[in-house]
């Protein structure tokens, strides 16, 4: 008995791995320069897929680099979901993630270029971090670990940032990283109303490896 996947299978794995090609080709793009205008050509080409199979999956150059941006911010997010599953502190939730952002910029240099580039436009999306972080704040809130004000603009503050804080650390590798977003992170709870002395220790809690 053949154990080999049907024609339609196939032709939708293959179509998938395609238009995965395109969007990694993309994110590079955006991680390298920022640079978007890029030739549909030269984007087929460093995908190694056909020119005309760029069509098959995107109507235009934007909205290749918005899926780019997607798939990065997803990819971030799930990071968070896999490392931190299991902790129901929503402050430590919050520290962690400033803690764990800044070390990826040496763990993931890609990933977080993209953030660096594009995730200001993405603050407030359905994408990557931002549903969980609002979840958690919403969650603080709720349970009087944070003071209640209105969760969308706790998280432009806590948003804006974090991006400075990916920033800081691309701009000025020299400036230690651990030590900054434990720092931030702790100005993140008091601003959200953690006590200092609960702040201070709660973003100086062991994190998990972020591999």
């Known amino acids: 008995m053949s154990t080999s996947a049907p024609p339609g299978n196939r032709f939708e794995r293959r179509r998938a791995e395609t238009r995965q090609a395109l969007v990694r080709a993309a994110r590079r793009i955006l991680a390298e320069t920022g640079d978007t205008s ?3 050509q030269a984007i087929a080409e460093q995908a190694d897929v056909g020119f005309g199979s760029f069509y098959n999956h995107f109507e235009s150059k934007p909205a290749l680099f918005e899926a780019a941006v997607v798939d990065a911010l997803e990819e971030f997010g799930r990071a968070f979901d896999e490392r931190l599953t299991g902790i129901d502190d ?4 919050v520290a962690a993630g400033f803690r764990l952002s800044a ?11 993209v953030l660096r580039r594009r995730g200001l436009g993405h603050v407030h999306s359905e994408n990557g971090l931002t549903r969980r972080a609002l979840r958690d704040v919403q969650v603080g809130m709720a349970s009087g670990r944070f003071t209640a004000v209105d969760p969308t603009v ?23 990283g651990d030590e900054a977003a434990a720092n931030l992170a702790e100005m993140a709870l008091r601003m959200l109303g953690v006590p200092p002395d609960d702040a201070h220790e709660v973003a100086r809690r062991p994190l998990p490896d972020i591999g």
């Open 38 to 40: 890029a030739s549909i």
């Open 90 to 93: 929503p402050a430590e939730l």
């Open 103 to 113: 070390r990826m910029a040496d763990s993931h240099p890609e990933l977080m270029q």
């Open 154 to 176: 706790a998280l432009c503050a806590l948003g804006g940032s974090l991006l400075s804080l990916v920033e800081l650390r691309f701009a000025r590798p020299e400036v230690d």
